[in-house]
């Protein structure tokens, strides 16, 4: 069962420029995570952000959630070409002790 | 230097072949899971463990087989029964299950089955 959908599907950006990912989700959550996937490898935790948290940073990453419409955004800020990966958001639906990742973002930054 | 290790990163099997992917970690993590990555999709769950010898079958468990020994390992055991075998194979752990914890992954196994 796939929860979380990320959006778009694949983003290019010069360097410098901030890049937004989207993830729509099903069911209510207690918590999100954003995790970064470079090609052939394995994936590394962003950040976490809990339900009754709206924004969070951390470095040049924003994370906001939107319970009401279901949704998260992940930004990028000043983007370099080191950024260069696949973006997934992870959700944990309520009653439940798994993730369930989402399809992900390929992001390209151009240097 | 802890973390999760996988081995190995490339795997060749025949068709009809059981394998086995091994998954260790040193971070004293009680959780640890089993996840298939295929081309451009995301993480399909197939197999976790809470605690030492449980486990349960994740989204997509048919065909695989798993066991929990000891803290530190949960090998992964593609059998022949697994009609589509090649793809990322990825073990991750947390302190504990759910999702107020972060995972720790590993490299990954690739396993080509032919």
């Known amino acids: 069962s796939q929860q979380g959908e990320e959006d778009p599907q694949a983003l290019s950006i010069q360097e410098g420029e901030n890049a937004t990912m989207n993830c729509s989700y099903k ?36 994370v906001t959630l939107d319970t009401s419409k279901k949704s998260s955004s992940l930004l990028i800020t000043a983007s370099r070409a080191a950024d260069t990966a696949s973006y ?8 439940t002790d798994k993730l369930i990742f989402g399809t992900g973002t390929r992001l390209q930054v151009f240097p | 230097d802890g ?5 190995p990163k490339y795997l060749f099997r025949k068709e ?6 091994s998954c260790e970690q040193n971070l004293n993590h009680d959780a640890m899971y089993w996840y298939r990555q295929d081309p451009g999709q995301g993480l399909r769950l197939i197999y976790y463990s809470q605690i030492v010898n449980d486990f349960q079958k994740g989204d997509i468990a048919e065909g695989y087989s798993v066991s929990r020994e000891k803290k530190e390992s949960f090998p992964l055991t593609v059998t022949s029964a697994q009609k589509n075998p090649t793809a990322f194979y990825l073990c991750a752990s947390s302190p504990s ?14 396993l080509t089955v032919t």
């Open chain 1, 27 to 62: 069911t209510s959550i207690n918590n999100l995570q954003w995790y970064r996937q470079n090609s052939g490898r394995g994936l590394v935790h962003l950040i976490l952000i809990r339900s009754n948290e709206r924004e969070k940073h951390s470095g040049r990453l924003r």
């Open chain 1, 88 to 95: 997934f958001c992870a959700t944990d639906a309520r009653n």
């Open chain 2, 3 to 7: 973390g999760i290790t996988q081995s």
């Open chain 2, 16 to 21: 009809g072949q059981n394998v086995t992917l």
């Open chain 2, 97 to 110: 299950s759910g999702g107020t914890y972060e995972q720790y992954f590993g490299p990954g196994t690739r």
